[in-house]
């Protein structure tokens, strides 16, 4: 769902609704955000741990060096103030930061760390940090694997404190270079990790194509999330963030891993093999930053104000590129059903299920909201929607709302998306996400949108979300997390695709 952050070149910042990272829906919070500032966790320090058998380093970096000097100038180059060269302000996407290459900003901490450390001076003015690798070469081996990862600590603050805050490791195509270039989105872009307002969330998306739209459904991109658990948050500790671009699997894929399992997963004939080959037939570079502000904190509340922290830094304990040959892919720690390499289509072509038939309900016709089983904190109205949803709605939805519909038939070609139709009155600054969740509605999220005002109650649009893989028959629960108590989403109709 959303935003990626640092629109390219020549693309420009997400407006109102259509923000969550950059686009309508972002990738997903989780529970309403805490309050508490945190105390940062060093925590200690890792040199990359050695390859695995048939795996080769390519690329290392494990920011030892004295405390307060730079990074390696061999290994990397910095982006500085506002812009590439040429390219939109703000970096395409509203961020507020200027960055530099202070060691206030960028720094090793003395402890085999990386720091990029956002501050904001007596003015209100921020300034933060934003490297990247030097060679932009990175792809695997013909028929081969290539691994990105790093061991991140993102910054340790949470709840009003965080407004603001956009960590990120990602990478771009190579063709990015020139940095006055405008090909972005076409040239391809994988962010391996991003995280916005404290949340205790992983986002890992890929795009591609054109913008706005495309294959890749832009400036949204083809995105999933996740909670760190194992160890601690997100924020409170490290965890390791990688992407395993595979050209030895057919389809080629993209997976995503957090500490070593994987929740995310991109197939080459989810877009068309155009689209595919222009994202990914050139090697690629890596980014490390720290944003403030922009199109996907704005998604969840916006900043930064005057209650954020300065000086709370994302530490990197270190960055390696790995690759091996082909004849093998590595096994994830959970295995994810194989996605289906149908394109889904976004307007369901049959009337709402509000009466299961055997005593089920098709996850791939409209379901009516209004034909919850149960429900959590909403009511029914008459909307100006028409088909395929029925005369009601399901309004005055706020956080912690939920819905509940039984025995939904996923059949055995797996879902791996969601749509849902919906709008919002909502008043500037609040938002949040309609997730869904299987069997009950403390399960892990499956999938998930934001939603902003779209314009008013009864302005209706039809948002997607990739979901994890789904098979069988569930009770399918949505779920309605926001940072902010306001109403912030009416339901029409909801259902699901290959």
């Known amino acids: 769902m959303p935003l990626n952050r640092h629109a390219r070149p020549g693309v420009p910042p997400p407006t109102g609704s259509a923000a969550r990272r950059r686009g309508l829906v972002a990738a997903v919070l989780a529970a309403a955000l805490p309050a508490a500032l945190l105390v940062v966790v060093h925590g200690a320090s890792a040199s990359a741990p050695p390859p695995a058998a048939g795996w080769t380093t390519v690329f290392q970096d494990d920011f030892t060096g004295g405390a307060g000097s730079a990074p390696s100038s061999a290994n990397w180059q910095y982006d500085l103030g506002t812009g590439y060269p040429g390219g939109a ?238 004849g093998s892919t590595t096994t994830p720690s959970t295995t994810p059903s194989t996605t289906p390499t149908t394109t889904p289509t976004t307007t369901p072509s049959t009337p709402p299920s509000t009466t299961p038939s055997g005593n089920t309900i098709s996850a791939y016709s409209a379901i009516a909201a209004s034909s919850s089983s149960a429900n959590n904190g909403t009511q029914t109205e008459t909307t100006s929607d028409g088909p395929p949803g029925g005369s009601q709605d399901v309004g005055w939805i706020h956080n912690g709302c939920w819905l509940r519909y039984d025995n939904v038939d996923f059949g055995s070609t797996p879902a791996t998306q969601f749509y849902g139709r919906v709008a919002s009155g909502a008043a500037g600054g609040v938002s949040g996400l309609v997730e869904v969740r299987l069997d009950s509605p403390t399960s892990p999220v499956l999938g998930s949108f934001a939603v902003a005002d779209t314009g008013g109650w009864q302005s209706w649009r039809t948002v997607p979300a990739n979901v994890s893989a789904v098979t069988g028959v569930h009770t399918v629960y949505l779920t309605f997390t926001s940072g902010q108590p306001a109403d912030y989403v009416n339901v029409h109709w909801f259902d699901f695709g290959h």
Request: net charge negative; with cysteine.
């Open 89 to 326: 302000a703000n970096w395409g996407t509203g961020e507020v930061e200027t960055d530099t290459d202070s060691t206030d900003n960028v720094y090793l901490d003395g402890s085999g760390n990386l720091a990029i450390k956002p501050i904001r001076d007596g003015a209100g003015n921020w300034t933060s940090g934003r490297i990247e690798t030097k060679r932009t070469d990175f792809q695997p081996p013909a028929g081969g694997v290539l691994r990105m990862e790093a061991r991140i600590q993102m910054p340790n603050v949470t709840g009003d404190a965080a407004a603001g805050y956009w960590p990120a490791f990602w990478s771009m195509g190579a063709p990015a270079r020139p940095a006055s270039a405008t090909n972005w989105p076409s040239i391809g872009e994988i962010d391996v990790m991003e995280n916005v307002q404290g949340q205790n969330l992983e986002y890992g998306t890929f795009h591609c194509g054109v913008d706005p739209g495309g294959p890749c459904n832009e400036t949204t991109g083809i995105g999933n999330h996740t909670a760190c658990v194992t160890g601690g948050t997100c924020q409170a500790a490290f965890h390791t963030y990688a992407v395993e671009w595979d050209t030895s699997a057919s389809p080629q894929q993209l997976r995503w891993y957090l500490d070593g399992v994987q929740f995310h997963q991109v197939n080459a004939d989810q877009v068309d093999a155009t689209t595919w080959a222009n994202a990914t037939n050139h090697g690629y570079f890596l980014i490390l930053d720290v944003a403030m502000g922009g199109g996907f904190p704005g998604a969840f509340g916006g900043g930064p104000t005057a209650a954020t922290a300065s000086g709370v830094p994302m530490l990197v304990d270190y960055v390696s590129v790995l690759s091996k040959g082909s």
